[in-house]
């Protein structure tokens, strides 16, 4: 399972690379990726809009069902990967590059685990 | 899990790291490592194995079995031969789906209930509590047998290599069934399943056999598929599934059995069924049915909403339970349905058009599925989905991906713009001239550079085809014997004194040659001679009475196309609108011969002659378009005068109408009562057909003769095409000067030239004892689906001939063979030497792929000159006069 220390990740398996102090890059882990299978469509969340940590942002879709992410953070949605409109499967094909949306103005955010205690975390949901 | 239940492969799934989910009691794998992406498009593209077991198995047997059968299924249980499975709903007395099924009739004295995995114990309780009234034994034999379904282009290959090359299927037909042994172990075959693949099987096998046959399966290169993507194929077949299509709706109560599209292939309403359970809702439901395929919506309450397929044109992914909304004004801002599955699939991308598509390596997806919607809405109506608060356009299609090109399942993309060509704005003299120019380049591209190797073609000589275009090639000349001037012939028009000579000394001279007391030459094609012949059958056959419904034929024996019958002897030919429908089975009265299992070639004329005491047909047709041997013409003769069965025999001769003689065959002769024929294959005439009888005015028969007739003219034709009349003639006179050298030229250049490409190491079909042949036709294997690829190729190389289905091919598009007539050539002078030749130049090209085109220019460069025709003096300068007095 792959998890990279650049980053923080939710207990939702999304996660949090900051840009800077107030600006971050979210998507989804490789843990969350193999669990939803094949994705086909992503509902992007729509730029401008405001986004609650804890509360879903936008959703995934695989074959069998939608998923809902949920944001990380609190803040406001600057820019979304518009290559996920054609090519959904870029997040199953490599989940942290993939970013889903880019937040600012961050004010808050979900409890957030380092690479090592989202690991442990994930080896106790399996 | 829980108390979840496992198949017999469990284990198997556990082992390939599939993801397990509980579907309706069970633990099956949902899907495998590589994904249902991977897995959907590895089944469309090669081969993918599901695990099956899970669907519950129920042995049917017992006095009452059909009996039983008939009251519980919506089908007609007494349309299935042995060998035979049929699709089939269990239905309530509401006409609902108690559930879907599959019926196998593997053997005599038992049937073979197949049922969904979700539905056993309620199926099983219906169907035990109806068992009660009829002497009848239901087993559950779901723990015996163990289930694999094996689908995909290169399916059949696989389990052949399991089979050691034994036929899987009784038929290789959709539906056929088969019991053999594969690497020792005993198993049934259907030719069935839920994917849409043009080819898949299912493979029954012991439970302790089932592990075995899934692990030689992989070995091959098949690879496991899930229960997502057997989901994911089956909506992209608009197949239904219980649960979805069938069973329980959204909008309350369950759903009509007609709602969903394969009803009408499902339900039979035959006499035998009696009062079936669901009779009356189902045929009120029916009944409501053909009005709305007529548009014509008076009994929409009996079947208010069916279901379609709907693609997705805007963004998102449809899925069960999105209402559907029209513009229509009479839909008012209301849903009109709803969505009954619906998902995102892959499928490959095609380039180039027609028979030269080619599939590429990249997919695309789609969104695609099907919806329950209102009775009104036909195919094309624009719809929009609600997905989730969002309305996105969507269409009813037909279907999303097609079968009826094997070997492959071709998806059909919604609203995809067919080509119309740009009217051209060139003035007419210009257009006139061009045309002029391309026939003549056409014309000697053909004659003076191809090697034409077609068996249906051949090229009449300078002195047919210039009689074909004098006059009266524009005239008419309609005649009809009348009675009250003892049948003398009374023409309609005048200025046909010469052309009414012509027809006469024409049927006296083709009744010469096929050997037979009578002609009728008005006919213009050898199909329109088959139509003529049926016509008149069923006429007669009804002249007995003519005040009730007529009768038409049946039972009719003929080659199956699949076996080289000609179409026309088909349902789906002329024989259309005369072959009777058999009310107890609801199956069309036809019987076709049997072949050997060792030479599909050859009739089979001890089984024949099992049929024939069974069926004891009516009418009895030769004949065949893919042709290598003699029908055996005198041994079904002498069967059936021995055997006492009314009948008439015909011989299509067809292809082989030039042939008639003793290097081939004497229909007439050997027992056959009528010939029909075209006259321009191996025969030498324009393109037109014949029709010759042997009867005498005193037979019984002779009024039959004098139907064929009047269904020739006036029935077939008004005009019957003076000019090929005309031309017709001479060329008799030139097949009864020449038949005798022309007949052996031909019957020995085409053994030779089949030996000689055996010698090049192509795979010629037919008996190498007797030399492959025994007509002027060729045929040679090249390979599964690799038929139209090579006769395109031996096109671009000047060689022409077509490709071929043989009987173990699906259809034309999977071609496996060339097949190749060396009628024409003869007529052009081609000897040993020549098609020796040929055949090494027809190898380097097909089999090595090698550029031969100047080699066949240069070839064909020397024989260019009709052989087999009048070449005397005499006959040169008349022909000289002719063509100056027409200008031709």
């Not at chain 2, 055996?632 to 082989?656: G, L, N, S």
């Given at each position: ?126 | ?502 027809e006469e000394l024409l049927s006296a001279e083709m009744a010469k040659y096929l050997g037979c007391r009578e002609a009728e030459t008005r006919v213009t094609s050898g199909q329109m001679s088959n139509t003529a012949v049926f016509s ?324 064909r460069e020397g024989f260019t000159d009709m052989q087999y025709c009048f070449r005397d003096e005499e006959v040169d300068r008349a022909l000289e006069t002719l063509a100056s007095a027409t200008g031709l």
């Open positions: 399972m792959n998890i990279p220390s650049d980053r923080k990740y939710s207990r939702d398996h999304e996660w949090v690379k900051m840009v800077d102090d107030t600006t971050a890059l979210v998507g989804i882990t490789d843990f969350a990726q193999e669990k939803l299978g094949n994705l086909v469509y992503v509902t992007l969340p729509v730029v401008g809009d405001d986004v609650i940590a804890g509360e879903n942002a936008c959703d995934v879709e695989s074959i069998k069902a939608v998923s809902d992410i949920v944001s990380p953070v609190s803040g406001v949605i600057a820019e979304v990967n518009t290559q996920l409109d054609d090519a959904p499967e870029l997040l199953n094909d490599d989940p942290y590059e993939a970013w889903i949306f880019r937040a600012e103005n961050i004010t808050d955010f979900s409890e957030l685990l380092s690479a090592d205690e989202y690991e442990a975390f994930t080896r106790e949901e399996a | 899990m829980g108390e979840l239940k496992r198949t017999i492969l469990y284990a198997a799934h556990q082992d390939a790291g599939a993801t397990l989910v509980d579907f309706g009691g069970w633990e099956m794998p949902i899907q495998y490592p590589s994904g249902i992406i991977a897995e959907h498009l590895y089944c469309r593209s090669r081969c993918a194995i599901f695990d099956v077991s899970h669907m519950g198995r129920v042995d049917v047997a017992g006095p009452e079995q059909v009996a039983f059968l008939q009251h519980v299924l919506s089908s007609n249980v007494l349309a299935l031969d042995v060998g035979q499975a049929q699709y089939c709903i269990i239905p309530d007395e509401r006409g609902c789906a108690v559930d879907d099924a599959y019926l196998y009739r593997f053997e005599e004295g038992r049937y073979f209930l197949v049922i969904n995995a979700g539905n056993i114990d309620k199926d099983l309780e219906h169907l035990q509590r109806e068992a009660k009234a009829f002497d009848v034994t239901l087993t559950n034999v779901s723990d015996r047998w163990a289930a694999i379904a094996v689908q995909g282009p290169e399916s059949k290959k696989l389990l052949m290599t399991l089979s050691g090359g034994q036929a899987l299927t009784k038929e290789n037909l959709k539906n056929s069934l088969g019991t053999l042994t594969m690497e020792g172990r005993p198993v049934r075959v259907a030719k069935t399943g839920y994917t849409g693949e043009p080819i898949g099987f299912e493979l029954y096998c012991r439970s302790e056999d089932a592990r075995y046959f899934w692990d030689r399966l992989l070995e091959l290169g098949a690879r496991p598929a899930g229960l997502g993507a057997r989901d994911t194929l089956r909506m992209e077949a608009a197949l239904p599934l219980y649960g979805h299509e069938m069973g329980e709706c959204e909008l309350g109560g369950e759903i009509a059995i007609y709602s969903v599209p394969l009803a009408k292939f499902a339900v039979s309403f035959a006499e035998a069924k009696g009062d079936f359970i669901g009779r009356a809702a189902l045929e009120r439901q029916f009944s409501a049915f053909k009005k709305i395929l007529n548009r014509d919506y008076s009994e929409m309450q009996n079947l208010p909403y069916r279901i379609q397929p709907i693609c997705l044109e805007g963004r998102g992914v449809l899925r069960k339970g999105f209402p559907v909304y029209s513009r229509d004004a009479w839909a008012e801002g209301k849903p009109v349905g709803y969505v009954t599955s619906g998902t995102m699939i892959p499928y490959y991308k095609t380039e180039g058009e027609g028979l030269s598509t080619v599939i590429t390596e990249q997919t695309g997806k789609r969104s695609i599925g099907l919806a329950y919607l209102d009775s009104r809405i036909c195919e094309d109506f624009d719809l929009e989905i609600d997905i989730r608060g969002k309305r996105e356009p969507a269409v009813v299609v037909p279907y999303h991906i097609r079968q009826d090109a094997a070997p492959y399942a071709r998806p059909i993309l919604a609203r995809t713009e067919t080509k119309t060509p740009a009217p051209s704005d060139r003035r007419y003299p210009e257009r006139a001239a061009e045309l002029l120019v391309k026939a003549r380049e056409n014309h000697l591209w053909r004659q003076e550079q191809c090697v034409n190797l077609i068996p249906s073609e051949n090229t009449p000589s300078r002195a047919v085809r210039l009689l074909c275009e004098c006059d009266p090639a524009f005239r008419y000349a309609e005649h009809k014997k009348q009675k009250a001037f003892y049948d003398e012939e009374i023409f309609y028009y005048q200025g046909t004194g010469f052309i009414g000579e012509v008149a059958l069923m006429d007669w056959k009804n002249r007995v009475d003519r005040k009730r419904p007529p009768q038409r034929l049946g039972w009719v024996m003929n080659n199956h196309i699949v076996r080289g019958g000609h179409l026309s002897a088909q349902p789906m030919g002329a024989l259309h609108d005369y072959i009777a429908t058999d009310p107890v089975t609801e199956k069309q009265m036809v019987v076709n011969f049997p072949v050997c299992a060792d030479d599909p070639y050859r009739i089979d004329v001890e089984q024949t002659k099992k049929l024939l005491a069974e069926y004891r047909p009516e009418f009895i047709i030769f004949g065949k378009s893919m042709v290598l041997y003699r029908e055996p013409v005198a041994e079904i003769r002498r069967f059936v005068d021995e055997q006492k069965i009314p009948t008439t025999i015909m011989y299509d001769m067809a292809h082989v109408l030039g042939l008639v003689g003793e290097h081939f065959q004497k229909p007439f002769e050997e027992g056959a009562e009528i010939v029909t024929g075209s006259t321009h294959k191996t025969f030498f005439g324009p393109q037109r057909g014949v029709i010759g009888v042997d009867y005498k005015p005193e037979d019984l028969k002779w009024s039959l003769w004098e139907t064929i007739q009047t269904r020739a003219f006036p029935g077939s034709v008004s005009n019957h095409h003076l000019g090929t009349l005309l031309g017709q003639l001479m060329a008799a006179y030139e097949m009864n000067a020449f038949k005798d050298e022309y007949q052996r030229a031909v019957v020995e250049n085409a053994k030779w030239f089949a030996r000689c490409l055996a010698a090049e190491g192509m795979d010629v079909a037919g008996d190498p004892a007797i030399g492959y042949t025994e007509t002027h036709q060729v045929i040679a294997r090249v390979g599964y689906a690799r038929g139209p690829e090579i006769a395109a190729r031996l096109e671009r190389n000047n060689i022409i001939c077509n490709y071929q289905a043989t009987p173990d091919e699906e259809g034309f598009t999977a071609s496996g063979a060339l097949r190749m007539g060396v009628n024409e050539m003869t007529r052009f002078g081609f000897g040993k030497e020549e098609f020796q030749k040929l055949a090494g130049l027809v190898a380097a090209c097909a089999l090595r792929g090698e550029d031969v085109r100047e080699d066949v220019i240069r070839l």
